[in-house]
């Protein structure tokens, strides 16, 4: 798994980003859903890099009742923007995410849930792809009955996780952390002389404030 574009290696914004018509966000060949990988497919995150410099916004969610879809782009939001990424309004993102997650059984009494992360470019070219599942203790005729808040929140947790690390691989997150690192940083002397001269100054003014209201 790689990304391409010469690489090497909230809650109002998902609301309107799952209102987008899905031609608006990727290629006709990407609109088939998407089956859940066996295995896990990730992308190792680029050291020193924070995904904050590569905005994104959450197309869509897919394979789940609608309740389900909902619940996963709320938690979603909320663990991506732990996550240090930058959710934007989809017409000002330089990246667009459609997640299809999945539910099945899996070992007795089990219940395997997985996603499928797509990450798309401007061009609408998808550059990656993200993988992986995980197991639920509990298993029902409706395998989307063990799909509670908790189990919603833990598995987009690990899939913004997913998300983070492929982004701090993009050309923005990697010039975004050039520039911070080159960035010149304030002389440590100039702060503490500052702060010296606050502190000379504090007790006059608050002596003048008191005299003051004390001749009232």
């Not at 609301?15 to 006709?28: G, H, Q, R």
């Not at 991506?80 to 990424?85: F, L, N």
């Not at 999945?102 to 990656?128: M, N, Q, W």
């Amino acid at each position: 798994m790689h990304i391409g574009r010469k690489l090497t290696a909230p809650a109002a914004i998902v609301a309107t980003a799952l209102c987008l018509p899905l031609t608006a966000c990727v290629d006709t060949a990407s609109q088939v859903r998407v089956e859940p990988a066996a295995a896990p497919s990730k992308i190792a995150r680029r050291p020193g890099v924070s995904p904050r410099g590569a905005t994104v916004a959450l197309a869509s969610v897919a394979g789940a009742p609608q309740d389900v879809n909902d619940r996963f782009a709320q938690a979603f939001a909320q663990s991506a923007g732990a996550q240090e990424v930058t959710t934007v309004e989809p017409a000002k993102a330089e990246y667009l995410v459609r997640a299809y997650i999945d539910a099945g059984a899996g070992e007795p009494g089990v219940t395997r849930l997985s996603y499928v992360i797509d990450l798309f470019d401007r061009s609408k070219k998808r550059v990656a792809r993200l993988t992986d599942a995980m197991p639920v203790k509990g298993a029902a005729a409706d395998p989307w009955a063990a799909a509670d808040d908790s189990a919603l929140a833990a598995l987009a947790a690990r899939s913004a996780g997913d998300l983070a690390d492929a982004l701090t691989n993009t050309p923005e997150a990697v010039a975004g952390a050039a520039v911070a690192s080159a960035a010149p940083s304030a002389p440590r002397h100039s702060a503490a002389a500052g702060t010296t001269a606050v502190a000379r100054q504090a007790p006059a003014a608050a002596g003048a404030r008191l005299g003051l209201a004390a001749t009232r």
